[in-house]
């Protein structure tokens, strides 16, 4: 009996089961809150690939187990989920509109948020997942190309190069125009972009308008970037992530070169020469020939008469290894992650290398129901081991003839004919030597913290204190070793083996601490259809900072870098900074009805740099905000328009700029004193008084803005547009202008430029493909800005922001956009021909400097696309740049050297200039030139100072390119990969790689224009230069694996 029992409890257990996985047919309808169909549904067996979608009518069918759960999903619609159970075949669906995008919680400055379609104002925010397609190690790269209104520029290259951020162009003529940096709501300098772990980052909110000042004060006329960082595990529990990125960098432009004749420099006899640097020597053939003047010993290097690529492979491959540790926990009342980095890095410059060690903790706490704490701390270790002399080192290497074996003088030290004194190369040291004997060992130590109480005694009332602090410290060492050339070397052929180097050492350090403390009261009232916000702020920002250097010449020991290593005196310099800025702020948002929303914003600033009687100033801001599709009945019924609002805003913003190039400006407003030349003398100390003076009651630029757009969605939100024109007016800005030398001082700083700017930022995404397995998303960004200087000073027309010698270089000139490049031009006749001397065929120039072209694109566009198929996920961005010019400083040198494409472009036989004309005295006008040809067309016409070469318009070209910026393959391991062990939850392998492909116009052969070499200038808006002064632009390959436990 029992066995029968047993049996048939078994059976029964069986069948049931049996029946429970026994699939069945289900059907229905999925409808919208209106009650009509939705075509595009897709339904998912929840953890599985089995899925389908809804017909042109709402209806589907799907064979599903009983038990399993069905998932509804859809663009713009919250999901769905039910249960299929036992003898249940139909379900009708109704979705609900899903309002999380135009209700998201979005950062609108100094900590506080507000929904989405509440803001007023032009705002992006980039999730992590964006940034970190391409894997970079500083998270500007990974905004580049992908928000309206955003110029990343590259201030240099080489190892963890910087980057200048700006946000619809520039306003002020010498003062800071980059866009304001904070992190977890703490106002951070600019460097803290390329110390900060990518990993760490959540989302940056860009903010384009000058409206951020009015919370974040007058530091945010230029915009902002809010940068949020990560906290604690996306679930309760504890969660481990550890990823590697490893990365190959290889230079992807270098100046085209001429690759068909060597060493030699006559004009006429063209002949061979051994030591040459220039090239314009007998065309290459092959033969075996003598590199360089023999050894002391007698013995010759010799090598094949041809090219051989070694200024290509001079530049090395550098490795950047990179490793993320991330641990994070969730619980009901709190969440903690800390986070570490690991990077090491080789450059492409010989010998350089990087390290970048850093931690963060965020933590938050509710310590009961009306009292919780947030916390961060960050710390970041830098060191840096890299040449000092890179302007030496790649004009050293475009110097080299085709034909020397460049590569192999890499061994300086062992190999007789690398060392300078037997290096081939009269006129230029051998660049290995020249990289290893001129170093510079940079150590930075970042830390950065903040502390936030937030009270909340009443549900309409709540108060935020928060403190938050950061501090650099920065030491530098910068060291030449001493060389002495042998007798027989100085008595070579050569400029520069006859001067022993003598070396020198010189020192820095310096620290800057940045203290914000900011408290706010927040409340909130509803009468009827209005709700209505109002905040009190109060913020206290103080920056100070100190800087010490110390440097000496003629070193008595060699390799022993100190500054008492040395019988001559120390120069050395102190600067310390102090400026403290107190702000009160008050905003009033008004809603009604949850569409139409006004906010008013009133900011008043006292700021310690300024002349007390008008250090304190007073800035306002308003923003509407109306979303039409809650607000017009006729819209709600439109199906094709998911989401409509209009928007607006009027700010007015200061700026304090008093002319300095401290970080801070600190006593720039009284003359400064400085050690006079020759001192001390005799054991006698002597000061001079600086030589400039400030305007009293010197004023804050001021910045008027208006900004009116839209933002809409459309088709079940699988397509959305954004539009915003802004029109800025910069009045009173500071400005240097010549007194005369009678006064003691030759210039006097004083409110007087205005500027002008005014453009369209617009977005685009569409999503054309979205089911279980396939998403397809492309989107893409145009940005507009004209950017124009009305007025500098009295009697001034023109303002030099860097130049070069001879005055060519970045200036604001009246009436033109902002910034210019201005150079010496051609003379051309009336109708555009240039003129040449009727006896030497030459070119010839007036001698004047005129505007060669603006240095700021004026149209930006950027494309990216995404498509992932289940698992894997494909991911590229490009970006184009167009409407600026860049002169290429350097560029003359390799016209000089022979080295340069242009340089064969009529085989170096005699030519007529195309386009040319002289003048016919016979008939007394120009007449076009078919016939007069150079006098030379080999070395004489390339290398003349006076000629060509002396003609900056030569070296001028467009600015445009072509990027594809970024580009990755990435696939997440499925959950079935990882089944049957409880250690991975999740795992992605990715292949990525970063400025992969250029284009440029064919007249630009000499370097990426993204790079600006003017950015090193006081004040960093020299834009439109570039030279010999930055190593060659990358490009990076490299993979990565991530592993969640």
């Given at each position: 009996?029992?066995?029968?029992?047993?049996?048939f409890?078994?059976?029964?257990?069986?069948?049931t089961?049996?029946?429970f996985?026994q699939?069945?047919?289900?059907?229905?309808r999925?409808?919208?809150?209106?009650g009509?169909?939705?075509?595009g549904?897709?339904?998912?067996?929840?953890?599985?690939?089995?899925?389908?979608?809804t017909?042109?009518?709402g209806?589907?069918s799907?064979?599903?187990p009983t038990g399993?759960?069905?998932?509804?999903?859809s663009?713009?619609y919250?999901d769905?989920?039910?249960?299929?159970?036992?003898?249940?075949?139909?379900?009708?669906i109704?979705l609900?509109?899903?309002?999380s995008?135009?209700?998201?919680?979005?950062?609108?400055?100094?900590g506080?948020?507000?929904?989405r379609?509440?803001?007023?104002?032009?705002?992006?925010?980039i999730?992590?997942e964006?940034?970190?397609?391409?894997?970079?190690?500083?998270?500007?790269?990974?905004l580049t190309g992908?928000?309206a209104?955003?110029?990343?520029q590259?201030?240099?290259s080489?190892?963890?190069?910087?980057y200048?951020?700006?946000?619809?162009?520039?306003?002020?003529?010498?003062?800071?125009?980059?866009?304001?940096?904070?992190?977890?709501?703490?106002?951070?300098?600019s460097?803290?972009?390329?110390?900060?772990?990518?990993d760490d980052?959540?989302?940056?909110?860009?903010?384009?308008?000058?409206?951020?000042?009015?919370?974040y004060?007058?530091?945010?006329?230029?915009?902002?970037l809010?940068?949020k960082?990560k906290?604690?595990?996306?679930?309760?529990g504890l969660e481990?992530t550890i990823?590697?990125?490893?990365?190959?960098?290889n230079?992807?432009?270098l100046p085209?070169?001429?690759?068909?004749f060597?060493?030699?420099?006559?004009?006429?006899d063209i002949?061979y020469?051994?030591?040459e640097?220039?090239?314009y020597?007998?065309?290459?053939?092959?033969s075996?020939?003598?590199i360089?003047?023999?050894?002391?010993?007698?013995?010759?290097?010799?090598?094949?008469?041809?090219?051989?690529g070694?200024?290509?492979?001079?530049?090395e491959?550098?490795?950047?290894n990179?490793?993320n540790?991330a641990v994070?926990?969730?619980?009901?009342?709190?969440?903690?992650?800390?986070?570490?980095?690991?990077?090491?890095?080789?450059?492409?410059v010989?010998?350089?290398?990087?390290?970048?060690?850093?931690a963060r903790?965020?933590?938050?706490?509710?310590?009961?129901?009306?009292?919780?704490?947030?916390?961060?701390?960050?710390?970041?270790?830098n060191?840096y081991?890299?040449?000092?002399?890179?302007?030496?080192?790649?004009?050293?290497?475009?110097?080299?003839?085709?034909?020397?074996?460049?590569?192999?003088?890499k061994?300086w030290?062992?190999?007789p004919f690398?060392?300078?004194?037997g290096?081939?190369?009269?006129?230029?040291?051998?660049?290995y030597?020249i990289?290893?004997n001129?170093?510079?060992?940079?150590?930075?130590?970042y830390?950065?913290g903040?502390v936030e109480?937030?009270?909340?005694p009443?549900?309409?009332?709540?108060?935020?204190?928060?403190v938050?602090m950061?501090t650099s410290?920065q030491?530098y060492?910068?060291?030449?070793?001493?060389?002495?050339f042998t007798p027989?070397?100085?008595?070579l052929?050569?400029?520069?083996k006859?001067?022993?180097?003598?070396?020198?050492v010189?020192?820095?350090?310096?620290?800057?601490?940045s203290?914000?403390?900011d408290?706010?009261?927040h409340?909130t009232?509803?009468?009827?259809?209005f709700?209505?916000?109002?905040?009190?702020l109060?913020?206290?920002v103080?920056?100070?900072?100190?800087?010490l250097?110390?440097?000496?010449n003629?070193?008595?020991?060699?390799?022993?870098?100190?500054?008492?290593?040395s019988?001559?005196?120390?120069?050395?310099?102190?600067?310390?900074y102090l400026?403290?800025?107190?702000?009160?702020?008050?905003?009033i948002?008004?809603?009604?009805k949850n569409?139409l929303f006004?906010?008013?914003?009133?900011r008043?600033?006292w700021?310690?740099i300024?002349?007390?009687?008008n250090r304190?100033f007073?800035?306002?801001?308003a923003?509407?905000s109306?979303?039409a599709?809650?607000?017009?009945?006729?819209?709600?019924?439109?199906?094709?328009?998911?989401?409509?609002?209009?928007?607006?805003?009027?700010s007015?913003?200061g700026?304090?700029?008093v002319?300095?190039?401290s970080?801070?400006g600190a006593?720039?407003?009284?003359?400064?004193?400085g050690q006079?030349?020759g001192?001390?003398y005799?054991?006698?100390?002597?000061?001079?008084?600086?030589n400039?003076?400030?305007?009293?009651?010197?004023?804050?630029?001021m910045?008027?803005?208006?900004?009116?757009g839209?933002?809409?969605?459309?088709?079940?939100?699988?397509?959305?547009?954004d539009?915003?024109?802004?029109?800025?007016?910069t009045?009173?800005?500071?400005?240097?202008t010549?007194?005369?030398?009678?006064s003691?001082?030759?210039?006097y700083?004083l409110?007087?430029g205005?500027?002008t700017?005014?453009?369209i930022?617009?977005?685009?995404?569409?999503?054309?493909i979205r089911?279980?397995?396939?998403?397809?998303?492309l989107?893409g960004n145009?940005?507009?800005i004209?950017?124009?200087?009305?007025?500098?000073?009295?009697?001034?027309?023109?303002?030099?922001?860097?130049?070069y010698?001879?005055?060519?270089g970045s200036?604001?000139?009246?009436?033109?956009?902002?910034?210019?490049?201005?150079g010496s031009?051609y003379?051309?006749?009336p109708?555009g021909?240039?003129?040449?001397?009727?006896i030497?065929?030459?070119?010839?120039?007036?001698?004047t400097?005129?505007?060669l072209g603006?240095a700021?694109?004026?149209?930006?566009?950027g494309?990216?696309?995404?498509l992932?198929y289940?698992?894997?996920t494909?991911?590229?961005?490009?970006?184009?740049?167009?409407?600026n010019?860049i002169?290429?400083n350097g560029?003359?040198?390799?016209?000089?050297?022979?080295?340069g494409i242009?340089?064969?472009a009529?085989?170096?036989?005699?030519?007529?200039?195309p386009?040319s004309?002289?003048?016919?005295?016979?008939?007394?006008?120009?007449?076009?030139n078919t016939?007069?040809?150079?006098y030379?067309g080999g070395?004489d016409?390339?290398?003349?100072a006076?000629?060509?070469r002396?003609?900056?318009?030569?070296?001028?070209?467009?600015?445009?390119?072509w990027?594809?910026?970024e580009?990755?393959?990435?696939?997440?391991?499925?959950k079935?990969?990882?089944a049957?062990?409880n250690v991975i939850?999740k795992a992605?392998v990715s292949?990525?790689?970063?400025?992969?492909?250029?284009?440029?116009?064919?007249?630009?052969?000499?370097?990426d224009p993204?790079?600006?070499d003017?950015?090193g200038s006081?004040n960093g808006?020299?834009?439109?230069?570039?030279?010999?002064?930055q190593?060659?632009p990358?490009r990076?390959?490299?993979?990565?694996v991530?592993?969640t436990?």
């Amino acid at each position: 009996m029992k066995h029968k029992l047993l049996s048939f409890l078994l059976g029964g257990a069986i069948l049931t089961s049996v029946a429970f996985a026994q699939e069945k047919k289900v059907s229905g309808r999925v409808t919208g809150t209106n009650g009509e169909g939705l075509p595009g549904v897709t339904i998912v067996i929840q953890g599985t690939n089995q899925a389908t979608q809804t017909d042109a009518n709402g209806n589907y069918s799907i064979n599903v187990p009983t038990g399993k759960i069905l998932v509804f999903r859809s663009v713009g619609y919250s999901d769905k989920t039910i249960t299929v159970a036992q003898g249940s075949s139909l379900y009708n669906i109704q979705l609900s509109g899903n309002e999380s995008v135009l209700d998201e919680v979005v950062v609108t400055g100094a900590g506080l948020t507000a929904s989405r379609r509440s803001i007023g104002a032009a705002q992006t925010t980039i999730k992590a997942e964006d940034l970190q397609q391409a894997k970079p190690t500083n998270i500007v790269t990974g905004l580049t190309g992908k928000v309206a209104g955003l110029t990343v520029q590259g201030v240099g290259s080489g190892v963890n190069p910087n980057y200048r951020v700006m946000l619809r162009g520039m306003r002020s003529l010498t003062g800071n125009n980059q866009a304001l940096i904070v992190i977890d709501n703490v106002i951070s300098p600019s460097s803290m972009l390329g110390n900060l772990n990518p990993d760490d980052v959540e989302d940056i909110t860009v903010l384009n308008g000058s409206s951020a000042a009015a919370l974040y004060g007058s530091q945010a006329s230029n915009g902002a970037l809010i940068i949020k960082t990560k906290r604690g595990a996306a679930s309760n529990g504890l969660e481990v992530t550890i990823d590697n990125t490893t990365t190959f960098e290889n230079v992807n432009f270098l100046p085209e070169v001429q690759k068909r004749f060597g060493s030699g420099y006559s004009a006429h006899d063209i002949f061979y020469v051994p030591y040459e640097n220039q090239q314009y020597g007998p065309a290459f053939d092959g033969s075996i020939v003598q590199i360089g003047d023999p050894l002391e010993d007698g013995s010759t290097q010799t090598g094949p008469y041809s090219w051989n690529g070694g200024k290509d492979k001079f530049w090395e491959t550098g490795v950047t290894n990179m490793t993320n540790l991330a641990v994070a926990s969730k619980h009901e009342n709190s969440s903690f992650r800390f986070s570490g980095q690991y990077l090491k890095s080789t450059g492409t410059v010989p010998f350089d290398k990087y390290n970048r060690a850093s931690a963060r903790v965020n933590g938050s706490r509710k310590l009961n129901d009306i009292l919780n704490i947030n916390y961060t701390s960050y710390y970041a270790q830098n060191r840096y081991d890299q040449t000092s002399a890179n302007a030496n080192i790649y004009d050293a290497v475009l110097q080299s003839p085709g034909q020397v074996p460049l590569t192999s003088y890499k061994d300086w030290q062992n190999n007789p004919f690398a060392n300078p004194n037997g290096y081939y190369n009269a006129y230029y040291n051998n660049p290995y030597f020249i990289a290893a004997n001129n170093r510079q060992k940079i150590r930075n130590d970042y830390f950065m913290g903040n502390v936030e109480l937030n009270f909340k005694p009443l549900s309409w009332l709540d108060f935020m204190g928060r403190v938050g602090m950061t501090t650099s410290n920065q030491s530098y060492k910068y060291t030449t070793g001493k060389f002495t050339f042998t007798p027989y070397a100085a008595g070579l052929h050569g400029a520069y083996k006859g001067t022993n180097i003598t070396g020198s050492v010189s020192d820095a350090a310096s620290y800057a601490t940045s203290i914000v403390s900011d408290f706010n009261a927040h409340a909130t009232h509803t009468n009827g259809d209005f709700k209505f916000d109002y905040t009190a702020l109060f913020q206290y920002v103080q920056n100070q900072s100190s800087n010490l250097s110390a440097t000496v010449n003629g070193l008595v020991v060699d390799g022993i870098y100190n500054q008492g290593n040395s019988l001559n005196p120390p120069s050395t310099g102190q600067a310390d900074y102090l400026a403290r800025t107190f702000g009160l702020a008050g905003k009033i948002d008004v809603a009604y009805k949850n569409y139409l929303f006004l906010t008013l914003t009133g900011r008043n600033d006292w700021v310690s740099i300024l002349d007390p009687d008008n250090r304190s100033f007073f800035y306002p801001g308003a923003t509407v905000s109306f979303v039409a599709t809650d607000a017009i009945e006729a819209l709600k019924d439109f199906q094709p328009l998911n989401f409509l609002k209009l928007r607006g805003s009027l700010s007015k913003v200061g700026q304090v700029n008093v002319g300095s190039s401290s970080n801070f400006g600190a006593y720039a407003t009284v003359p400064t004193f400085g050690q006079g030349s020759g001192y001390p003398y005799n054991g006698i100390g002597g000061h001079t008084v600086g030589n400039q003076i400030v305007q009293p009651g010197l004023k804050p630029e001021m910045t008027r803005s208006i900004e009116f757009g839209f933002e809409s969605a459309w088709w079940n939100n699988r397509v959305s547009a954004d539009v915003t024109y802004f029109n800025n007016k910069t009045t009173d800005n500071t400005v240097p202008t010549d007194i005369s030398w009678a006064s003691g001082y030759n210039k006097y700083l004083l409110n007087a430029g205005t500027t002008t700017g005014k453009g369209i930022e617009s977005r685009l995404s569409v999503s054309p493909i979205r089911t279980a397995d396939w998403d397809l998303t492309l989107g893409g960004n145009f940005t507009y800005i004209q950017n124009k200087v009305v007025e500098i000073a009295e009697g001034l027309d023109q303002l030099a922001l860097a130049t070069y010698t001879g005055g060519t270089g970045s200036y604001a000139v009246k009436g033109e956009a902002f910034p210019v490049i201005m150079g010496s031009t051609y003379n051309r006749d009336p109708e555009g021909r240039i003129i040449v001397d009727r006896i030497t065929g030459y070119p010839t120039t007036d001698g004047t400097l005129k505007v060669l072209g603006a240095a700021l694109p004026t149209h930006t566009l950027g494309l990216n696309l995404s498509l992932s198929y289940k698992d894997l996920t494909f991911y590229t961005s490009a970006e184009y740049r167009t409407g600026n010019y860049i002169f290429n400083n350097g560029a003359d040198l390799f016209d000089f050297s022979g080295s340069g494409i242009n340089t064969v472009a009529y085989d170096r036989e005699r030519f007529v200039i195309p386009n040319s004309s002289y003048w016919d005295e016979a008939t007394n006008s120009y007449v076009k030139n078919t016939n007069i040809t150079v006098y030379d067309g080999g070395a004489d016409y390339w290398t003349m100072a006076t000629g060509r070469r002396n003609i900056d318009e030569t070296y001028v070209t467009s600015a445009a390119f072509w990027k594809i910026r970024e580009m990755s393959l990435s696939y997440n391991l499925p959950k079935s990969f990882l089944a049957g062990q409880n250690v991975i939850k999740k795992a992605r392998v990715s292949v990525q790689g970063r400025n992969l492909f250029l284009w440029t116009p064919a007249t630009n052969v000499y370097t990426d224009p993204e790079y600006s070499d003017g950015n090193g200038s006081s004040n960093g808006n020299a834009l439109g230069l570039t030279g010999l002064s930055q190593t060659p632009p990358s490009r990076y390959v490299g993979f990565s694996v991530s592993l969640t436990f």
